[in-house]
């Protein structure tokens, strides 16, 4: 399954820094925009596991629904 985020990077002197604008928690750095984007993949892969385990994994009912949200 393949998701769509939104990722923004900035460049902080000569590191780049990055997060993902619709997961809180998904950033990270490194020192090419390629290694920061490649951290993030791994970060966001990360928090959906902790997710699935913590709340999802051994439930026998799950209610799973979306959700529109203005900002």
Known sequence: MSINYTMV?????????GYV???PGAHSQ??????????IKEAIRMILA?????FVKGQKKVL???????V
Request: a positive charge.
């Open 50 to 54: 902790s997710n699935y385990r913590h």
């Open 21 to 23: 604008k619709e997961l």
């Open 30 to 39: 490194g020192k090419t925009i390629a290694e920061v984007k490649e951290n």
């Open 9 to 17: 990077i900035v460049k902080l002197g000569s590191w780049y820094a």
């Open 64 to 70: 799973e629904e979306k959700i529109a949200v203005t």
